[in-house]
């Protein structure tokens, strides 16, 4: 048997969800926020996979002087391509 209390909430968060509905501009913004956080989160897990292969490749050719860990890797990864990658706003 549920209580008054947990009524109450299930009764707030609906009318929460019908305050979503009634507002479509913040429903708008809400999944728009959902959205760049996904894009986000699967940016950073390619950007880890990729940064694999340069930690090797750096280890192997330099692991005697400075061996690097994976997220280094990553922040040179990163640090590559502000320095040596394309504009998005060229306009050829």
Sequence with gaps: MRSAKDLNTDLELSSAMAVLKEIPILNRIIQLAYTMSLVILISAIIGLVLAFPVQ???????????PISVFQAWALNVLVGILFGKGGASNK
């Design 56 to 66: 090797w490749l750096w280890n192997f050719i330099f692991g005697k002087i400075y």
